[in-house]
Every structure is written in structure tokens, then in C-alpha cells.
């Protein structure tokens, strides 16, 4: 019985000499131990995903023939009239090449597109990403935005060799600027996450509203982004203003809520938008203070 | 056996990966389920100290790899559990002490993380007492549900890998 003690005593001394020496342990070996233990599940986690898309797979091989067929002539007639609109976009595409030459207009940041499925989601109060299937591997790098369709869906957080995190809109360490639908002279609002605090879908907040900012009518306000910062490319849609605007305890400003535009939960693939140069605020995000 | 704990460990990955997965499902309602502590209980009453204490730290920065909670909270929490729960064996004699065992342990590894992570989080919660309530109430009730379970696999695993049964009085 002594023994038990004097063993479970030295096994406290050396727990706290550990802590002691953890605390003081350069950074870079507590990232490595962090990475170490992401790369350990992430076969776990391309498995789980895997499996869900044969469980899709079957479950769409398992529908009739003619059911198949239809959503194919469906399909057929909606990629009839996509190539009549790109063939316009690209009249449209070539006129503004033509007008930024002419006005020497700065070129936007350009994006390369990795389109890649959701492996998990995981939320609590201070945290609400997606794991996605790709990552450094498939060049992927922190920082990079995260889209679906038109719709901002979140930012890059972390990146291992295969999988990537990605924090949500509405997760607390997201912040944007973004542009209010008619306010016409496009001042900035800021977006940022919020800590969910109760059972419902988790919201972001619109703040920095200006006081004479009215809605418009009849339809929920969309949020845009701006493009500043140069993380997102401008006008995409980060979500609808919930409600009404509300002044801030101070006055001076109005705050809003924002509904993401889509389910966030329910996404089965993303976009990520790579810069294909690095940009300034990129190089910030991978620093030490980052995670 | 030098390894038991890690095969151990690997034994018990599935269980972790499926209190993920629930995660997942209930990921809309912002609830993460932690299962981590109630993962212990057996393997603090027949491991050695050393290497109950490895178990637990595999643990603990298995459920920190990928989420925004300082480095080493839950690794440490477990690891400080590990070390009291394997010097008083006493405790985890019968199954009502094990759940005990379990809940006591999962909510507070639970408490742990989730004040690392506001500790972390770069905003402050207007009314976070009710969301905090719930986490710990669901940690505590995943802690009884798990518990049995768990235990089962990981005495089989440990039945196998020749480890020595717990002793009837400690």
C-alpha cells in the first residue's frame, strides 16, 4: 500500500516537471505533436467520407432506369442553356479585359479552384469547421477562402497532408468585410462569428451598420464581400441579414445577425479558392500565432 | 506486455471515431461529445501506472489534434486522472463506482477543454452558462452510456493481450 502511494506520488512530481517542460517546450514541438496525432486520424477520416459516398453511390444505382433518364434529359436541357450563357459570358468576359486595359485597372487576386468533399463537421460553442478530403497535397495552404457556388462557406484554418480545416462563417474566429444589399453607397460592415450559446443553427454578426441604413423591403438584406484584405474575391454571398437592424449599446453604429446562405451543416463538397500568389494577408495567417 | 497500451489505444480508436461521427450529426446544435474520459476507467483498473498514463495522454492529444483548445489541456487532465485513478483502484472495484468513475472524469475533462477554448476563442460569449450546462450534462450522461461498452472491448482487448485481471481487493 506504501508503495502504491510513494509510486502515485512520484508519478504527480513527474506529471508536473512534465507540465513545467511543456510550457517552456519551443512551439514548434508542440505543432508537431498536434500534427503528428491529425495525421494519425486522417485515414480514419477519408474512410468515413469514402464510405458515405458508396452509401450515395449505391443508394443512386438502386433508382429506376426511367428515373435516371429523366434527370438525364434534365440535365441535357439545363446544359443546353449553360452553353448560351457562357458563350455570353465570354463576350462579356472579353469586353472587360478590353475596358481594364484601357483604364489600367489593378487585376484582382486570381484563384486556383479545388473542389473537395466534406469528411466531417464538428461544433461547440467556440468552434465550428468542416474537415475537408484535400490538403497540402493537393496544394492547399491556410488562409485560402472556401466556397460553394456563389456562396462563402468559410477560411482555411489548418492544413495537413491530406485533410484541411476550415473554419465556418458563423464560427467565432471568422471576420470579413462585406457590403449590405441596398446600401448604395457600398460602405463596410464587418462580419464576424459568434460563440453559439444555444441548441439552435449558429449565427454570425453584422456590425459597424450605418445608423441611416434601411433594408429592403420585402426580402431579407444579402451580404456581400468586399474583396478588401484580399482573402475573398469580391460579391460573393456570405448570408441574409436576420431580421431587423438593431443601434449598439453605443448608437452609433446598427448590428444585424446573419443567416449563412446555405446550410452549412449539410455541405458535401467545397470549394477552396487557392491564391495563386500569396498575398500579404496569407503570409500573416501562417504564423505562429495562427493556431 | 510493453505495447498493451497502444494496441489498446488502437482498439479503442473506433469508439473515439464514432463519438465523432455523432458529433457530426449533432454539429448543427454546436454540441461536441466527448468521450475521452469514460475511455479510462477500465484501463486505470488492470494497465500498469506508466502505462495507463501513455493511454491517456494518446488520448487526450488525439481529441486536441484537430480542434482550438490550448496544446496539452485534455492530454494533462487525463493523465493527472489516469495517475489518481490507478493509485486508488478501490474506487473502481464495482460497476456503480466505474460509472461514477466515468462521469466524474468525462465532465471534468470536458470543463477543461471547453474553458481552454473560451480562453482561446477570440470572442466573448453574451450567454454562454446555458450552452455550458448542456455540454456537461451531455458529457456526463455519454460518460454512463459509453462506459459499458467501452469497457467491454477494452477488457477483451487487454483479456488478449495477456494483461492480469484486476485484483478483487486492491
Known amino acids: 500500500m506504501d508503495q502504491n502511494r510513494q509510486g502515485a506520488r512520484a508519478s504527480y512530481v513527474a506529471l508536473a516537471i512534465f507540465v513545467a517542460l511543456w510550457v517552456l517546450l519551443p512551439s514548434a514541438v508542440r505543432r508537431l505533436n498536434r500534427e503528428a496525432f491529425a495525421e494519425f486520424q486522417a485515414p480514419a477520416l477519408h474512410l468515413l467520407g469514402k464510405s458515405r459516398d458508396m452509401a450515395t453511390f449505391w443508394e443512386k444505382k438502386s433508382r429506376s432506369t426511367e428515373e435516371m433518364a429523366a434527370a438525364g434529359r434534365d440535365l441535357a436541357r439545363i446544359n443546353a442553356a449553360l452553353e448560351i450563357k457562357l458563350n455570353a459570358m465570354d463576350d462579356v468576359r472579353r469586353e472587360n479585359v478590353r475596358l481594364r486595359e484601357i483604364t489600367r485597372y489593378v487585376v484582382p487576386a486570381e484563384y486556383m479552384s479545388v473542389v473537395a468533399r466534406v469528411a466531417t463537421r464538428d461544433s461547440s460553442s467556440w468552434w465550428q469547421r468542416i474537415v475537408i478530403r484535400k490538403g497540402r497535397n493537393d496544394g492547399i495552404r491556410p488562409g485560402a477562402p472556401v466556397v460553394f457556388g456563389n456562396n462563402v462557406v468559410g477560411r482555411v484554418t489548418a492544413v495537413h497532408l491530406t485533410t484541411s480545416e476550415v473554419d465556418l462563417v458563423t464560427s467565432p474566429g471568422f471576420r470579413c468585410t462585406a457590403y449590405l444589399e441596398g446600401d448604395e453607397q457600398n460602405r463596410i460592415a464587418l462580419v464576424n462569428g459568434v460563440a453559439a450559446n444555444s441548441l439552435g443553427t449558429a449565427k454570425s454578426r453584422v456590425s459597424v451598420i450605418p445608423h441611416d441604413y434601411t433594408p429592403p423591403a420585402g426580402q431579407p438584406a444579402r451580404v456581400f464581400t468586399t474583396g478588401m484584405g484580399g482573402v475573398f474575391p469580391s460579391r460573393l454571398l456570405l448570408g441574409y441579414l436576420d431580421g431587423g437592424t438593431y443601434s449598439t449599446p453605443v448608437g452609433n453604429f446598427k448590428e444585424s445577425l446573419l443567416i449563412p446562405s446555405r446550410d452549412l451543416y449539410n455541405l458535401q463538397e467545397v470549394s477552396v479558392l487557392v491564391p495563386l500568389h500569396q498575398n500579404p494577408g496569407e503570409a500573416l495567417m501562417q504564423g505562429d500565432q495562427f493556431q | 506486455m510493453g505495447w498493451a497500451w497502444l494496441i ?9 471515431l464514432g463519438a465523432d461521427l455523432a458529433s457530426d450529426v449533432f454539429a448543427s446544435s454546436s454540441l461536441t461529445l466527448f468521450v475521452s474520459g469514460a475511455c479510462l476507467i477500465a484501463p486505470s483498473r488492470r494497465l500498469r501506472r506508466w502505462q495507463a498514463v501513455l493511454f491517456a495522454a494518446f488520448l487526450g492529444f488525439l481529441f486536441e489534434a484537430r480542434r482550438p483548445v490550448p496544446d496539452g489541456t485534455v492530454a494533462l487532465v487525463l493523465v493527472a486522472s489516469v495517475i489518481f485513478l490507478s493509485s486508488n483502484r478501490q474506487l473502481l472495484r464495482n460497476t456503480p463506482g466505474m460509472l461514477r468513475a466515468a462521469v466524474i472524469v468525462n465532465i471534468l475533462a470536458c470543463l477543461c477543454w471547453y474553458l481552454g477554448a473560451a480562453f482561446l476563442a477570440p470572442v ?29 472491448t477494452q477488457n477483451a482487448a487487454m483479456d488478449r493481450l495477456g494483461v492480469p485481471p484486476a485484483p478483487e481487493t486492491p
Open chain 2, 8 to 16: 489498446l489505444a488502437l482498439a479503442t480508436y473506433p469508439w473515439l
Open chain 2, 124 to 152: 466573448v460569449a453574451v450567454d454562454p452558462f446555458g450552452q455550458f450546462c448542456l455540454q456537461m450534462l451531455v458529457a456526463g450522461l455519454l460518460g454512463v452510456v459509453v462506459l459499458l461498452p467501452v469497457a467491454l
